[in-house]
């Protein structure tokens, strides 16, 4: 069973910084790119950024460019979210996704979710 | 960047009842790369369709997605209790964009 777990939301400054982590488990982790997606408080979804199976290539939304940086560790079957220079706009719970294919673009399994509260 | 607008943004209707869903795309997306997501409250978002219409693990028949260019739609032929949320399109031709969902609820 695919599980994708989440850790590292919190309330943070506007200007500071937080690293999220994810979890994986269920499946071959390198075989996969995987995606955070963020969701403000009562809105839609958003893209964030996407990182190859093998941690090579990696892509993310104008609105982050920059600021944050996708990594993973495939000894630990790990996704990360480095987040700098954070604004009040990047409130959102942020979940981890797994692309259904290597690089599709499509997600086919997401964690429950970290908060992240950007306030001062 | 290719934007995508769903309509109606609130759907109302009763349990047995057909449910249609539009995504319409601001330009054509390329080889049909629109997916469907269900996401209920509290819940992280699910994946139903992906390919404008082939459905994914585990989804019911009763789902099912149709279209091409910039016109594409999400049918549930008979609402089930279980189907009442927010869905969402979203597609993958040119780089990546959500539409801002519907709400089917029950009337």
């Not at chain 1, 970290?114 to 306030?119: D, G, H, M």
Request: proline share 4%.
């Amino acid at each position: 069973e695919v599980q994708l777990v989440e850790s590292g939301g919190g309330v943070v400054q506007p200007g500071g910084s937080l690293r999220l982590s994810c979890a994986a488990s269920g499946f071959t982790f390198d075989d996969y790119a995987m995606h955070w997606v963020r969701q403000a408080p009562g809105k839609g979804l958003e893209w964030v950024s996407l990182i190859s199976g093998d941690g090579g290539s990696t892509y993310y939304a104008d609105s982050v460019k920059g600021r944050f940086t996708i990594s993973r560790d495939n000894s630990k079957n790990s996704l990360y979210l480095q987040m700098n220079s954070l604004r009040t706009e990047d409130t959102a719970l942020y979940y981890c996704a797994k692309d259904l294919l290597e690089m599709a673009t499509i997600f086919d399994y997401w964690g429950q979710g970290t908060l992240v509260t950007v306030s001062s | 960047e290719i934007v995508l607008t769903q309509s109606p943004g609130t759907l109302s209707l009763s349990p047995g009842e057909r449910a249609t869903l539009s995504c319409r795309a601001s330009q054509s997306v390329s080889s049909s790369y629109l997916a469907w997501y269900q996401q209920k409250p509290g819940q992280a978002p699910r994946l139903l369709i992906y390919g404008a219409s082939s459905r994914a693990t585990g989804i019911p028949d009763r789902f099912s997605g149709s279209g091409s260019g910039t016109d594409f739609t999400l049918t549930i032929s008979r609402l089930e209790p279980e189907d009442f949320a927010v869905y969402y399109c979203q597609q993958y031709g040119s780089s990546l964009s959500f539409g801002q969902g519907t709400k089917v609820e029950i009337k």
